[in-house]
Structure formats: C-alpha cells, structure tokens
C-alpha cells in the first residue's frame, strides 16, 4: 500500500505561514495502564503564551519513517496556521509499547480518551480538539467521536465507513472479500512486525520486537471467523447508534475509492454532516489521482476555524454535499484526469434525485414491465479477471478494462441509446426474482457505460450472499429451485451519461477474485417481470449548483528531504493457462526504498499477490500474498519476510501465515501459524 506524497511537488504550491513552527519529536503520552504511546507534535513557537486547539491523527503506519513524508506536509501546515498538530502512533506501531492485537479495538479508542485528556492538560492546548484521518485513522476519528469525550468538538473523516461489515475490505453484501481480506491482514500481519528504533527506545527494542513477531496475531484469522454481521463488527460501526456522535463531522472520499456509499448514509443520519466526493482514489484530495486535486488543506482549515476558533469562515453557508459528477470516458485502467463539474445538495437524501425504474429482458434494458421469462445464468468461475482493484490507491493499473473482456462471462442486459444526456447521483439498486440449484450462493450485478463505438465502462457494481437475502446476522439455506426476490445495492455513483451512449447491466453468480466462490458451481435462474429492474438514481440540475464554492489550488508545507535508494516498480498480470484451464493474477508491487536525512532511517517494502482458480472447479481457488519490509539505519538493519495463504474445500477455509525476521541478514526468528475455519453460508 502506498502512501502518496509524490516524488514530484509540482502540483502543489508551498505557503509562508502566519506563525512559525516547532516540532516536538519522541513526546511519549502515557496511558492509563502505564504504557507510554509515542508521539510527534508540530505547533506554534508562541504556542505556550498563545494558546491554540490542537488535531490528533492516530495511526498504526510509523510517524518515524513510513508515513514522515506525508505527515510533513500536513501536520506543519496546520501548525503554520495556528494548530497543535498531532501525529501518534497507536499502541504496538512504531515506538509506542505493547502489541497490536487487532483493527479499532476498544483499547484503541480508551487510548485515544487518555490522549484527548493529555492534550487539554498541556500549556499550549485552549481545550479544544479535532481529529482526522484517512481510511484506518478516518474509522477510528468516528469511532472515539462516539465516545464523547468533552474535548473532541468536531472531526475530518476520509475513506472511512460507517459499518464495518457492509463496507471494508472484509466483506461485501456478506460475501467475502477474496482480493482484499487476506490482503490486508497479510500487510498488517508484517506491519505489526517491525520495531522500534533503537535511537529513541534503546536496548529494549530487541525483545519488543521478538514480542511483536511471535504474539501479534495474523487478524486474518479473527475475521473469518466472524462471518456472518455479528457484535464483533458492530463494534466500532456508529451505524448502530448514529446518535452517539453528537459534533459535526466533514466525511470526504472519491468516486474511485471502496468507502464512498457512507458519506451518503452519514449525510442523511448524522445531525451535522458535510460530505465532499471528487474523482478521486484512496488518498487526501490535494495529493490524489485522477485531477482534479484541490486545495484540500486550505478547506480542512475552513472547518477547524469554524468549529476550533469559531471563525465563521462561510464553509457551513455551502451545500452538505459537495460533488464531482464524472463526464463519461472510455476504459482506461489508470486515469490522470477526469473532466466533469462540481455539484451541490442542501440535504440528502435530495429531492433533486428520483429513481428511474428499467426492467431486464431477453438482454435489453426497457422502461415498460416485459412479459415473465427465465433466464438461466450459469458459474464462470473466471468472470471478475479485469474488474481492476477493489480499493485503488492511485498506482498504476489499479482500474477495471473494458468490461467487454468480461461480458460474456455473464449475461448482459443493454439499453435502448440515451436520448438525452443524463445525471446520476447516489445508489443504483438492483432488484431480482431468482432461483439457484445450490443451498449456497452469490450474484454480482455490474453496470456500465456502453459508448456507440462499443467500448464498456464499469461505473458501479454490487454482490450479494444469497444466503444473506433477509439478514446479515441469521443467514439461511437457500432452497434450490425456490423463487426468491431480494435487493442488491450497487456502489454510489456520480455519473454523466451522454446521448447516444447505453446503459448496461451484467448478472453473473461469481466474481473472481472481488468475491470468494460458492462451495459448489451455482446455475442462477433470473426470471423477468414484475420482480426484476434496477432503479437509477438520476439527478437534475438545481439551484444549489450554483452555491458550490471554488476551490484553491492545493497548498502543502515543504516535504521534508528524501533520498531514493530503490525506484517503485507496479506490474499487474493476468495470466490464462489454457492447456490447465488456469486463470491467474499476479499483482507486484515494489514501493521502493527511502532515506530520510533527518534521521537516517531507511525503509522498503515489496508486494507480491496472487490469485488463481482453475474454470468450473471454485474449489482451486487460492489466494497469496507475500511481502518483504527493511527497516534501518546505518549498521542496525532489520528484514521482514511473510507469506500468507487462503484455500478452502467444500466445508473449511485453510489458512497459513508465515514470519521470518532478519537483523544484519541473519535469521533471528520464524513462526507459523495454521488455522482451520468452518465455512458459515460463504
């Protein structure tokens, strides 16, 4: 996973502060049971005779060496402008004691309590607090929000989720996430693993080290054991009481991101929500891919002024939702730029929104209710290859191809051309009369954009665990040949379609490697009528679009100096063994390695992932992931080496997670671990 500061700053354009900046590093925050978290702070000089509201941003990802490039044009552009910024490492990273046991955890939150209670405590601290963060440290800024400690008064959340069973890289519509769950815990599995600095712990970092290596769990483990929507994943979830956060909240994402679709839920559930959607990747607007990039921090100091030094600075004059609706484009599987135009809503759900209802038919989309028919839609266990990543992160090939490559792979459903140019804001839903020949099953809906010279753009999709039609919690077993309507929602969208251009529709039972296959090879009757539409959600033009303000150019603080010992290297293949029936990606992801001069920390990572299943056998499939860490300094040198695995037969998933540490090239320790998990309706 890369964290983007590029190499390149010339987008950005560098700003004289009004105040000038110190940073404090290795402060250690002590914690209720003793444990000390590590921390950096960057505020004003004058800080301790002015005092001023201070942000936390609240990581597992190293503030010493992985993320110090990004935090450094963050945090001291905040300090520059009257802020405390604050950037501390969650217990068991970096510096900080202790193990890392799992993802938001209510340790995590009761520390984020005793670090709120620490910086009211400090000399330069007014009392006042925010927080922010993007993906892990946008759930854990909702997540202590909901603990209503008195000094958080507001937050910044991006790429973060409301519900962390319906949307993370777990699962999707109750089905696992083949591509990304074993993924993720594969990073963090190595990512818990690397020490600490000798420099600033001392001697003790040895035996921490060895700690974290043999007693961090791969998560990996917990999470499949939990599949069905249970007290485990509605901890941390503010869905289950949207109440509970009671300050105002600006959530941000982009249309390119997986963690779109709870802005809109929080927009519509929490009492003060501003939401801000661009084209963008998993990654903060002033930096992000595809452009357009925005001044983003000048924004986020919009709202902090507001809400930390109530300067009204006109940001809650603007619409709730502020969004970029995308012009149609061909397939590509990266995108520099997507033209399109801003757009506002005073309130979601808006009424400038309605759903335009299009039956499924004999492979055409129509707006009259056809006549009833079945339509058998059979298993290709291959169908998903070019779907690109679930959650792209701005590298290159992250984004699906041209879902021609996939079509006849399902069964696609085309419109009539477009007569006029249309908008679509929000979530398309798919509603299905179907029925399965097997007691477990999953359907994926796909819907593109088909331009009159054929290409086929992915614009939204959506699955479902067809167990998992009435409930997350109570999955039943479905029975062959039984007609069953349910709902599918497709992910948000904010989407022009031109005149001329089709909308189409794809249905399939398997989605390879987005979705772990069902145990046994599914034959999905859909039949049409009454029972089987998708409704679009299309948007018209309103008066708020006009209240849509500019935004700036993006501004940054200088990024600090670094020297690039290895170049990133990205390649993504898709390989098919015809003589075998074998389908493959190999994904390789080489980010590089660095060296900070501040202070000679040098890091690296390699990723390396695979994904095979073999045609009409969902029983091959297997997934590997593999990563490579350094971390050091001059003659203290340390190396990680994992390799992760998930396979699974008819009633059990296998996984097998390995660590091998290495300190001046000489092994120092290996563990493996081995777990068996019942399959549970997946």
Avoid at 241 to 252: E, G, K
Avoid at 282 to 297: D, M, N, S
Avoid at 399 to 408: F, H, I, S, T, Y
Wanted: aromatic share 10%; proline share 7%.
């Amino acid at each position: 996973m890369v964290f983007n500061i590029q190499e390149s700053d010339k987008r950005r354009k560098k700003v004289n502060f009004p105040r000038d900046v110190e940073k404090r590093e290795h402060i250690f925050i002590p914690m209720s049971d003793g444990k000390k978290l590590a921390a950096t702070i960057w505020l004003p000089t004058d800080a301790e005779d002015k005092p001023v509201p201070a942000l936390l941003e609240y990581l597992p990802y190293r503030k010493n060496d992985f993320t110090a490039i990004r935090d450094s044009a963050r945090h001291p552009y905040f300090a520059g402008h009257g802020y405390a910024s604050i950037r501390v490492d969650i217990r068991g990273a970096g510096d900080s004691d202790d193990l890392l046991l799992d993802e938001y955890l209510k340790q995590e939150q009761d520390d984020a309590l005793d670090i709120l209670d620490w910086i009211v405590k400090q000399p330069w601290s007014t009392g006042k607090v925010g927080m922010f963060g993007k993906s892990w440290g946008g759930f854990n800024s909702l997540q202590v929000a909901a603990r209503q400690h008195p000094a958080l008064k507001t937050i910044i959340t991006l790429c973060s989720t409301d519900d962390r069973y319906r949307d993370d890289v777990h699962y999707r519509g109750g089905n696992i996430l083949a591509s990304d769950m074993l993924w993720w815990a594969s990073t963090m599995f190595a990512y818990n693993a690397r020490p600490q600095d000798p420099e600033v712990v001392g001697d003790r970092w040895r035996d921490n080290w060895i700690d974290r290596i043999e007693n961090t769990p791969p998560f990996v483990e917990e999470w499949l054991r939990h599949q069905r929507r249970d007290d485990y994943w509605k901890h941390g979830s503010i869905c289950e009481d949207y109440t509970d956060v009671n300050i105002p909240v600006f959530a941000v994402g982009g249309w390119q991101d997986a963690y779109t679709d709870p802005i809109f839920r929080m927009l519509e559930h929490l009492p003060q929500a501003k939401g801000l959607i661009g084209p963008w990747a998993h990654e903060y607007p002033e930096v992000a891919t595809p452009e357009p990039a925005i001044g983003f921090l000048q924004e986020a100091l919009r709202w902090w002024d507001y809400w930390l030094k109530d300067i009204d600075t006109g940001i809650m004059d603007e619409p709730k939702l502020t969004a970029w609706v995308q012009n149609s484009e061909k397939p590509e599987v990266s995108y520099d730029e997507r033209p399109g135009r801003w757009i506002g809503e005073v309130q979601w759900p808006s009424p400038a929104v309605d759903l335009q209802k299009s039956y499924l038919i004999e492979q055409q989309l129509v707006s009259e209710q056809p006549r009833e028919t079945a339509i058998l839609v059979p298993s290709v266990q291959e169908h998903g290859f070019y779907a690109g990543t679930f959650c792209p992160f701005g590298q290159p090939g992250d984004l699906p191809a041209d879902q021609r490559l996939e079509n006849g792979k399902a069964i696609t459903f085309t419109s009539k051309p477009l007569t006029e140019t249309t908008d679509y804001l929000g979530e398309p839903i798919f509603h299905g009369r179907i029925s399965v020949d097997q007691e477990n099953a999953m359907i994926v809906v796909r819907l593109m954009d088909k331009a009159p010279s054929g290409e086929s753009t992915l614009i939204s999709w959506g699955m479902l665990n067809l167990n998992h039609y009435q409930s997350h919690e109570h999955p039943v077993a479905l029975e062959p040949g039984k007609q069953y309507d349910m709902a599918v929602k497709l992910n948000a969208l904010g989407q022009q379609i031109p005149v001329g251009h089709c909308l189409e529709v794809a249905i399939a039972p398997t989605y390879w490697t987005k979705a772990w296959p069902s145990p046994k090879p599914v034959n999905l009757t859909l039949y049409t009528g009454e029972g089987t539409y998708i409704d679009m959600p299309v948007r018209k033009e309103h008066e708020a679009d006009n209240q849509v303000a500019t935004f700036d150019a993006p501004e940054t603080a200088a990024i600090m100096e670094r020297e690039i010992l290895r170049t990133e290297e990205r390649t993504y293949d898709i390989i098919h063994q015809p003589i075998d029936s074998t389908w493959k990606v190999i994904d390789y992801s080489d980010e590089g390695s660095r060296r900070l001069p501040t202070n000679g920390l040098e890091y690296g990572s390699i990723n390396k992932n695979t994904y095979t299943i073999r045609e009409n056998d969902p029983l091959t499939a297997k997934a590997q992931c593999e990563w490579e860490l350094t971390v050091g300094r001059g003659n203290w040198q340390t190396k990680l080496v994992t390799y992760s695995e998930m396979t699974a037969d008819l009633d059990h998933f296998y996984l097998v997670n390995t660590i091998t540490a290495y300190e001046h090239k000489q092994e120092v320790t290996t563990k493996t671990w081995k777990t068996t998990i019942a399959r549970d309706f997946n």
